[in-house]
Nanobody, 123 residues
Framework: EVQLQASGGGLVETGGSLRLSCAASGFSFDDYYIGWFRQAPGKEREAVSCINMRDAKTIYAGPVKGRFTISSDNAKNTVYLQMNSLKPEDTAVYYC????????????????WGQGTLVTVSS
């Protein structure tokens, strides 16, 4: 069974840091594109970042560029999202997602969605 498990969310103060993890079971990340999306209460989901597991190329959405870093540990079949300088507007449920086509800021490019992990940034 193919599963994605996101973890690492929690409550943090403005300016703080968190590291999210996305672990896969049932398949290998090696040939895929692994991304993060987020959805804040009352808002549409938005892309955060994505990494090409073949060559480690990454993309970042404008609001998180320079603050968030996506990385991978292929041996552990895990992708990380290091989030620094967190702001209240980063509060959202974060989802890890998988595409077999490319990294994209469009949600419909991703075929597998994991359960989210909640990040709350207090002001």
């Amino acid at each position: 069974e193919v599963q994605l498990q996101a973890s690492g969310g929690g409550l943090v103060e403005t300016g703080g840091s968190l590291r999210l993890s996305c672990a896969a079971s049932g398949f290998s990340f090696d040939d895929y594109y692994i991304g993060w999306f987020r959805q804040a209460p009352g808002k549409e989901r938005e892309a955060v970042s994505c990494i090409n597991m073949r060559d480690a190329k990454t993309i970042y959405a404008g609001p998180v560029k320079g603050r968030f870093t996506i990385s991978s540990d292929n041996a552990k079949n895990t992708v990380y999202l290091q989030m620094n300088s967190l702001k209240p507007e980063d509060t959202a449920v974060y989802y890890c997602v998988v595409s077999d086509r490319s990294c994209s800021f469009y949600a419909d490019r991703y075929d597998i969605w994991g359960q989210g992990t909640l990040v709350t940034v207090s002001s």
